[in-house]
């Protein structure tokens, strides 16, 4: 037990930093459907006041054009789930090339994820083995068979006038 508790908390910094990572690109590095990261300046985001109530610097989103005069990023705005149905409303703006600070594009961080598989093969491989070993010495953690023999009988009288 302590030792599964000891390599769930190694794996949590891997499992906070996911499997993807951002990396420095350019506009015209971009093609349609990468997922990018973009800083604006405070000209652009004074210009998306109304499109963006958050008034957040960051957004992140899609790229569905991109070329050395602009951007167009579909970016997500709201997520709404009733019963099992899942709808996600997403909003497109274009974004002139002088109000991108920065963009950075969403890769794949191979080391860590293949330290993830490898830390999730260990812990499944430690609770089969114990599993296992568990049954091979008998110790199983079955409750003892109920006594049949000492059976308790209570009877309640009601009285109706």
């Keep these: 037990m302590i030792r599964t508790r000891t390599v769930a908390a190694v794996s949590l910094p891997l499992l906070a930093g996911a499997c993807h990572h951002y990396v420095p690109g350019s506009l015209v590095e971009l093609d349609p459907g990468d997922r990018v990261r973009t800083l604006l300046t405070q000209e652009q985001i004074e210009e998306f006041d109304e499109f963006l109530p958050r008034g957040e610097r960051a957004l992140e989103g899609t790229v569905v054009d991109a070329g050395a005069e602009g951007l167009l990023l579909e970016v997500p705005l709201l997520t709404v789930a009733e019963g099992i149905r899942v709808d996600s409303y997403h909003q497109r703006l274009r974004i002139p090339a002088p109000g991108l600070a920065d963009v ?28 296992v070993g568990r049954a091979r010495r008998g110790g199983t953690n079955r409750p003892d068979p109920p006594n049949e023999d000492g059976v308790l009988v209570i009877s309640l009288g009601f009285v109706f006038d």
Excluded: P
């Design 104 to 131: 950075e594009v969403r890769s794949l961080a191979r080391g860590r994820t293949y330290a993830l598989v490898g830390i999730a093969g260990v812990v499944v491989g430690a609770i089969v083995w114990d599993q």
